[in-house]
């Protein structure tokens, strides 16, 4: 399905779309299909959320997710002036869903029907917008505060426009969005390190920072073969340890947030952030080897640490290991 016409989504090729007609139990079927889909590990930490606000999480989720496939797929099919085009285009039909006429698309009416019930922020949903429109351009990485930007207009964003599903005292909005936007920065740079050698690989993009590329001696065309001499190796695992620990000193942030939520609540958004924090140990536990390997946490480790975060140990022992 084409995503030039107003439905935003474009549906995975093994979730049967809805038919036109279907029943609303056939539509929720299809949106938590395709949310399982496109994120088994936030698919499985909703599952730990109050029951009302699963399928609202899995909506935006859906919408967010689409916003970064024109950042990425369909860039890459239709160029970057028509992409531009489309980012202006879904942020007029963003509008009208706010505004309570949303266009006529599955996607669209749920979300009008989130925005109704829980009143979400539009401020995060046109950053991440905007965040596509970083993507689609181009712009560099050339800084570690250019990375944490980055983040937070991709990331950080969905964690503010999540939050009003999560606490019934919306006058905690403005004591717990930092802490929310740190936590999705903190997952958007995991993915960051997760992904290096697909992203230059498949996009031609690089979002470590360049000066500390430049100052271990790396460069971006080294990233795509085995050129990396073994003292040059050293300088680049020191690199992903350094974006690994901005982003760990950012789960620790969102952490003092996560206290703050209803305890009904809590376990989920805590769930969520420890199985995605456990991606930069299986990244060590790959020989920080992430231009050729693509690290992914089992779902028997994710289950372990819902019950017990041993991540600082296991990172230990990994660390430890790669100094021997």
């Not at 949106?31 to 499985?44: D, E, G, I, M, V």
């Not at 997710?65 to 992409?83: K, S």
């Not at 949303?102 to 965040?131: M, N």
């Not at 693509?294 to 290991?321: C, E, P, T, W």
Request: net charge negative; with cysteine; charged share 25%.
């Amino acid at each position: 399905m084409s995503l030039s016409v107003p439905i935003p989504l474009a549906p995975p090729a093994d979730v049967p779309s809805p038919m036109p007609g279907a029943s609303r139990t056939e539509e929720d079927r299809f949106l938590q299909r395709a949310f399982k889909h496109h994120s088994r590990t936030f698919s499985l930490a909703a599952r730990l959320l109050p029951q009302p606000v699963r399928l609202p999480i899995a909506t935006l989720y859906l919408f967010c997710r689409t916003v970064d496939g024109l950042a990425d797929e369909y860039v890459l099919a239709v160029g970057v002036e028509e992409a531009k085009v489309e980012i202006e285009r879904t942020r007029r039909r963003l509008e009208l869903t706010l505004d309570g006429r949303p266009p006529d698309a599955l996607l669209w009416h749920r979300l009008a029907e989130v925005h109704e019930a829980f009143g979400l922020p539009p401020e995060p949903l046109h950053e991440l917008l905007d965040g596509a429109l970083w993507d689609i351009e181009g712009r560099p990485i050339e800084t570690m505060a250019d990375l944490l930007e980055y983040a937070d207009h991709v990331a950080g964003s969905v964690g503010a426009m999540m939050l009003p599903f999560l606490i019934p005292d919306q006058n905690q909005l403005g004591e717990l969005e930092a802490p929310a936007r740190a936590l999705g920065q903190a997952m958007q740079i995991t993915n960051v390190v997760r992904d290096v050698g697909e992203d230059w690989r498949k996009l031609g993009r690089v979002y470590l920072p360049q000066d500390e590329m430049e100052r271990v001696g790396i460069t971006e065309d080294s990233l795509s073969g085995d050129t990396l001499s073994s003292l040059t190796w050293q300088g680049y695992v020191d690199l992903i340890e350094l974006v690994m620990d901005q982003a760990d000193a950012l789960y620790a942030e969102a952490e003092r947030g996560i206290r703050s939520l209803p305890i009904n609540v809590q376990r989920g958004i805590r769930a969520a952030a420890r199985m995605y924090r456990e991606i930069q140990n299986e990244v060590r536990a790959a020989d920080h080897d992430n231009l050729h390997n693509r690290a992914f946490v089992s779902l028997g480790r994710k289950l372990q640490l819902i019950a017990r975060d041993d991540y600082a140990n296991r990172k230990a022992r990994l660390m430890q290991h790669t100094s021997e």
